[in-house]
């Protein structure tokens, strides 16, 4: 078994019990190496750090750097490759056995096709846009001038990111987050307005105001544009009722007293 193999073997076993968006892509890569995954045991999601589990009587890890560190694991060999592949904008996952590092998975986001436009069409509706991300500066700020986004927050554990909506709702500002995570939901149900990616976690569309059917950034627009119309239909109905009301009820009184 070469080191690469066993590297996804482990990685796949580990990532196939989480519900991360960067699970999902190295099951990806297991799924196109065809490669036979092991059953895991005494499974652990560490929310914003890693997950870990027992394989064949063994305990391994997967996650950031710091959640290596804090499980005793010897990161040195790897911290300046990790280091390269950082300022390139990918983000690092460890992945080790009780006593060394098994290897690294550097994943890249890939920016959807759209993504980049509904942060223009936003900007143009005098919206602000901050991003909110568990990565590293780098890497946030790497995706953050590919979208056209000015204000970002890095590093973020999962439980911060309510707190990061409060912070701006203090300061007088109405806020919509969108989010698909099971680590998005208490910042969805914080939100002035909580937008659910479609193919998001159960618990994320249900904390969600609005729910995108599609995998789409730009719908939040679609969504924005439809609901002005909606209040522009209300109110023009309610106008024409006043102005019903306001002619009708003295022909009516008329009409009674002759």
């Not at 009587?57 to 280091?83: C, H, K, P, Q, R």
């Not at 890939?110 to 509706?125: D, M």
Request: proline share 2%; glycine share 6%.
């Amino acid at each position: 078994m070469n080191l690469e193999y066993k590297l996804l073997k482990i990685a796949g076993s580990l990532e196939k019990l989480s519900e991360h968006p960067l699970a999902e892509a190295i099951m990806k890569k297991v799924s196109e190496e065809k490669i036979d995954l092991e059953e895991v045991t005494e499974f652990e999601a560490v929310s914003g750090r890693g997950v870990k589990g027992k394989i064949l009587g063994e305990i391994y890890y997967g996650g950031n750097l710091s959640f290596m560190e804090d499980n005793g694991v010897n990161t040195e060999y790897y911290i300046d490759e990790a280091e390269k592949q950082t300022k390139e904008g990918k983000t690092i996952l460890f992945f080790s056995n009780n006593k060394k590092i098994i290897g690294i998975i550097a994943v890249a986001d890939i920016i959807k096709e759209n993504s980049k436009k509904a942060v223009e069409e936003l900007r143009n509706k005098n919206i602000d846009v901050v991003m909110l991300t568990g990565d590293n500066k780098n890497v946030a700020e790497n995706i953050a001038k590919q979208v056209g986004i000015d204000k970002f927050i890095s590093d973020v554990m999962p439980q911060d990111k309510e707190k990061e909506i409060q912070k701006l709702q203090n300061n007088n500002k109405k806020v919509a987050f969108v989010g698909d995570g099971i680590n998005d939901s208490p910042a969805l149900a914080r939100a002035d307005i909580g937008i659910a990616i479609g193919s998001g976690t159960d618990i994320a569309i249900e904390s969600a105001d609005v729910v995108l059917i599609k995998d789409d950034l730009y719908d939040v627009v679609t969504s924005i544009d439809l609901s002005k119309k909606v209040i522009n239909n209300i109110k023009l109905s309610l106008f024409w009722a006043f102005i019903y009301n306001i002619i009708g009820i003295p022909i009516a009184c008329r009409n009674s007293v002759s």
